[in-house]
């Protein structure tokens, strides 16, 4: 049987189909042909799924993704592979990441641009950004055309430079819409990254020490520096509520257009205090910036701590997004796409 046949909805291509959001979009998709592409195959309750394992940073992926899109005849693209965690991936070199990352985003793009060059094919292009790439210290909750000012952090500027790619390319797709969403950190149950890890006060399992801590059942503290500051407001947004904003936009995307949005949990962000309440972990506030900032490099290289020394200032600082164009776009549906407030996605991730 061909599975066109019994699609009523245009196929899609989703590149990290087996993570986490991947997964969790696939539910709110079965009315699509699902053509997956990862490194190892998902476990989905999806009628229609065709899967393709492909390494999309490796030379021949832009021939292999034009033939996948060409052969299922894929009328939307969703980009969502990516290396947040590289401990828990095996992704270790910088490198390595800009490939996966970099390279990776730039073959998608060259394989849309190939089967939209005579006639358009592919009319929606859908990639996760994400708020890390505004900067770790934000004065307030900026719009989306705030300057993008990473720095440290190597999947915050692998972000920058793929979000500023996929603008740039939009010309080139032959009147492919293409909407950047720029999502805020997500949490919820299932979600495994040294971020949740850090909010559960998990020690890292690299290495013989982090492993007998965590035999122990010992709890890390939060470290932040003293001063308002360095206060911390996060609105982080829950995976379940990304899953929905991105099968909503698939069918309500606006054709032809560029559209950058940002995207956050509702109602009030929480503090670095709040954190330390909703996941029952001591906060430690020590006298200043660079002394807690050579702690999470000591701790990291000693392999007890789960966050990356260079994620730090993503930490202690403050990041917030203005979601006011988010809001208009969605509407009415709005409280039906996003359920969860930040504190909601908190408590969804640490709860047992």
């Known amino acids: 049987m061909n599975p066109l046949a019994a699609t009523p909805r245009p196929p899609l291509l989703v590149t990290g189909l087996s993570g986490n959001l991947g997964q969790r979009l696939a539910p709110h998709l079965k009315e699509h042909l699902l053509v997956g592409v990862d490194l190892f195959p998902p476990q989905l309750d999806h009628p229609q799924v065709q899967f393709c394992p492909l390494d ?7 021939a292999v993704l034009e033939g996948l899109i060409r052969d299922a005849q894929v009328r939307q693209v969703i980009h969502l592979a990516f290396v947040l965690d590289p401990a828990r991936t095996g992704a270790m070199a910088r490198q390595r990441q800009w490939e996966i990352n970099v390279r990776g985003t730039r073959h998608l793009l060259e394989a849309v641009e190939r089967v939209n060059r ?40 692998h972000k920058k430079e793929t979000d500023e790619m996929c603008r740039a390319r939009h010309t080139r797709l032959n009147g492919c819409a293409v909407y950047v969403v720029r999502g805020h950190i997500f949490l919820g149950p299932g979600v495994d990254n040294f971020i949740v890890r850090a909010l559960r006060g998990r020690p890292s399992d690299r290495t013989w020490l982090g492993r007998w801590v965590q035999r122990r059942r010992w709890r890390l503290p939060l470290l932040l520096p003293r001063g308002e500051k360095y206060r911390g407001h996060y609105q982080f947004m829950h995976i379940d509520d990304a899953a929905r904003l991105m099968a909503w936009l698939c069918h ?20 670095g205090d709040d954190l330390a309440r909703l996941c029952g972990l001591p906060l430690l506030r020590l006298p200043s910036y660079s002394l807690v900032g050579l702690l999470y490099r000591f701790f990291w290289g000693v392999g007890l701590s789960p966050v990356p020394p260079e994620a730090f200032p993503y930490f202690a600082g403050s990041y917030l997004m203005n979601t006011e164009r988010l809001e208009r776009l969605l509407g009415a549906d709005y409280p039906q796409v996003i359920h969860f407030t930040a504190e909601e996605a908190v408590r969804a991730t640490v709860t047992p």
Do not use: M, W
């Open 56 to 62: 999309i940073s490796q030379g021949d992926a832009p």
């Open 252 to 271: 309500h995307f606006e054709p032809g257009k560029l559209v950058v949005l940002n995207a956050q949990g509702r109602g009030a962000p929480v503090t």
């Open 118 to 157: 005579r006639d358009r094919q592919v009319d929606f292009f859908l990639y996760l950004s994400s708020v890390t790439s505004y900067g770790p210290l934000l004065p307030y909750p900026v719009r989306e055309d705030y300057p993008q000012e990473p720095h440290t952090y190597t999947y915050a500027l």
